[in-house]
């Protein structure tokens, strides 16, 4: 069953706060509404409901371009993003102040080098729930929640979209255009609309199918003047 009507809009504003500073404000909302992860209920068609409570991932290697020239590169550039936690949702760059671009890249998710390292500090602290101990690798995204559609222990779902080796790296880039004052969002419901909760409630392991989301998941960012 396609999830239609259901919305989740991710806004980043980007924002020139003083000269030299970039500021990526995100904030989750479905349906227009913010996003909760208490319980609240968003409705779908034929009185089907669904409700969140984890909603993470990582956004990484963030680099900024001018036509074909990369201009600045954040270095460490490892940012878990929590929707329970609003502090998360703000990322701050320190660029310098003649800095002109046109457009940014990053991955969603963590590349297979800082994978193949094992578990960091910060946020890449296995501590976050994001890390896979008996996989050894980074979840790049994870979503759970309940439906009535989900035939699962407490009607639960969980998308834990990771995984990078053989040949299944999950982690994908997006590029988008930028050049200052601009929103990005990320359109949720377009991942959920190739989902049936009822035929697939969980993807929790490495492989073709977390592969497949992780491609499409990378394709629901778009920017708006």
Known sequence: MRLQLFSVLF???LTASH?????LQFKATVGGEKLKLDGSKYFLPATDSI???TFRFYLSSFRFFKGNQQVWQ???SYHLLDAADDAT???NFELPDSL???HVLFTLGIDSVTNARGVGNGDLDPMHGMYWAWQSGYINMKLEGTSPLCA????MFHFHLGGFLNGFNCAQQVQLKASGNSSIFIHLEEL???LSLSKTPTVMTPGEEAVQLSLLAAKIFSTQP
């Open 11 to 13: 806004m980043c504003c």
């Open 100 to 102: 002109h671009f046109d």
């Open 19 to 23: 000269a030299g500073q970039l500021q």
């Open 51 to 53: 409700s969140f409570e």
């Open 74 to 76: 954040e270095k460490e």
């Open 152 to 155: 699962t222990r407490k009607q």
């Open 192 to 194: 959920l609309s190739h």
């Open 89 to 91: 949702m703000q990322l």
